[in-house]
């Protein structure tokens, strides 16, 4: 999956999550200052792994700030899944 | 409940309902007309070994009104059709109660039996199938009780006290007393007071079906006080009154849509379940509703039962009423066989219905009632409505496991 493919996944369960998204939500945009606070990010990673199958470690997201470096965490995640699948 | 003699009546200036074929109170006044069980066949979980396989859902309900698609998701069902006709209850007065109450601050009292027991269902569901990181980490704000108190207070911006209680099937009766009782000491003038409930899920429908409280029909079931009556039939919904301080209502200028001329309550003390067999629970608190209005069994125009239809239950409550309004022959409805059994919400959303019936003069008759049962020995409104003088107060009850007894005078 692209970044800009995950960035229109990661967009819509934060719709689905926080209220007043801003519109021009992107790669750059700060959590806090978009109205993601920590209990709403727990709830977009629970979306985002019914989304993509996928599951999430306790620390994965300790360094993210922004959008992008949520968009980078889910792209990693899903493709170390499908190389283990490869694998396996 | 004063104990000295009867007090002045509290203005009710706003209304809100979110039942079974009601979004709002004039829904509620022409479903009940209709005198059709709303009942229909549980869908949204397996019933195949369940006792109870009908529910009556609140199906006019309308998240998109009140909620963003968030919100939705993330509150319980039952906190939106609290909220939901809390706000209607606020807005049917002013869209901006602070416009037409200045200075005021506004109470808020909501009565709940069981409130987040569905989302925690699904959590534990999850925690069991999934694991402890799929929990979602709103569970704890989500199962709270208080939780629809709080909403309400956040969304109405008032910032006195909102305060949740809990009395089972008698629980937001229990909420209109204590705010009636609230504006009657001074302690409020402007009271939001009812309560909600919403338990249509499978543990819950499961549970209640083993207290052989609930119909087992797989067909319409019989009504409140019919000869083959087997129990209720589980509802959701909710109910709210905006109460006022006459004094408040003259000095604004506000008309009030209803009244509040009496509250009474007692407790069985006699079964975690059961009711006392004679009713003499239902007794005191009628009889208490009754002294602390300033009237007399002749001044109620009609009855408006608790009645859930199951067998001990209406023939304790039928022996109560005919044991206080004694050789006055008293007309007697009841809203749950029309609408299921609201459990937290019934009392609020049945005094509601008694309130506009009793300003009509037009008792909606017990839905599904077809062959009264001869022990009940009521003069039970069935078949069609009664006519009865416009304005004439009426008594409406609400009962709960655990023995708590509610009997509010409306007109």
């Not at chain 2, 709270?144 to 911006?157: K, T």
């Not at chain 2, 609020?348 to 008792?363: C, E």
Request: glycine share 12%.
């Amino acid at each position: 999956m692209t970044k800009d493919e995950m960035l229109a996944v990661i967009k819509e369960a934060i719709d689905e999550v926080v209220d007043d998204v801003p519109v021009d939500l992107g790669p750059d945009s700060g959590l806090g200052t978009s109205g993601i606070d920590s209990l709403s990010l727990v709830e977009i990673v629970l979306v985002m792994e019914e989304r993509l199958g996928i599951g999430t470690g306790p620390d994965d997201f300790d360094d993210v700030r922004t959008v992008g470096d949520a968009v980078d965490v889910f792209v990693g995640l899903v493709d170390a899944q499908e190389a283990a699948e490869a694998v396996s | 409940m004063t104990g000295n003699g009867p007090a002045e009546p509290v203005a009710v200036v706003g209304l809100g309902v979110q039942a079974p074929g009601a979004a709002s109170p004039a829904d509620l006044v022409e479903t009940l007309d209709k005198a059709r069980c709303l009942a229909t066949p549980i869908t949204d979980f397996a019933v195949d070994d369940l006792a109870t396989k009908l529910s009556c859902r609140a199906n006019r309900y309308e998240p998109e009104r009140y909620f963003t698609r968030p919100e939705a998701r993330a509150l319980p069902r039952a906190v939106q059709l609290t909220v939901a006709a809390g706000l209607d209850a606020v807005g049917v007065s002013t869209e901006d109660w602070r416009a037409r109450f200045p200075e005021e601050e506004m109470a808020i009292v909501v009565g709940t039996g069981i409130a987040g027991l569905a989302r925690f269902e699904e959590q534990a569901e999850i925690l069991r199938s999934r694991g402890a990181r799929r929990l979602s980490p709103l569970t704890v704000p989500m199962i709270m009780p208080n939780l629809a108190a709080a909403e309400l207070a956040i969304r109405v911006g008032s910032h006195a006290a909102a305060t949740t209680v809990s009395a089972a099937c008698a629980s937001s009766s229990v909420a209109i007393a204590l705010g009636v009782q609230a504006i009657r000491t001074g302690q409020a003038r402007l009271v939001l007071a009812g309560g909600g409930e919403s338990l249509i899920t499978r543990t819950i429908v499961a549970a209640f079906a083993r207290t052989d409280a609930m119909s087992r029909s797989t067909g319409l079931p019989r009504g409140p006080f019919d000869m083959r009556r087997d129990g209720f039939i589980m509802g959701e919904g909710a109910g709210f009154v905006l109460l006022a301080a006459g004094a408040l209502c003259r000095a604004l200028g506000v008309e009030p849509l209803g009244e509040i001329l009496g509250v009474g309550q007692s407790t069985d003390a006699h079964h975690i379940v059961a009711p006392e067999p004679a009713g003499s629970g239902a007794v005191r608190s009628m009889t208490a509703a009754l002294a602390d209005a300033g009237l007399d069994p002749t001044g109620i125009g009609h009855v408006s039962a608790h009645a859930t239809a199951t067998p001990i239950g209406d023939r304790a409550e039928a022996l109560a009423i005919g044991t206080v309004f004694a050789e006055h022959q008293i007309p007697v409805t009841s809203h749950k066989g029309v609408l299921g059994h609201l459990i937290g919400g019934a009392g609020s959303v049945s005094a509601i219905a008694a309130m506009l019936s009793a300003q009509r003069g037009r008792v909606p008759p017990i839905g599904n009632l077809v062959d009264p049962d001869p022990a009940i020995g009521l003069d039970l409104v069935f078949e069609r409505e009664r006519e009865i003088p416009a304005g004439q107060p009426a008594l409406c009850n609400a009962f709960a496991f655990g023995g708590h007894n509610v009997s509010l005078i409306v007109r």
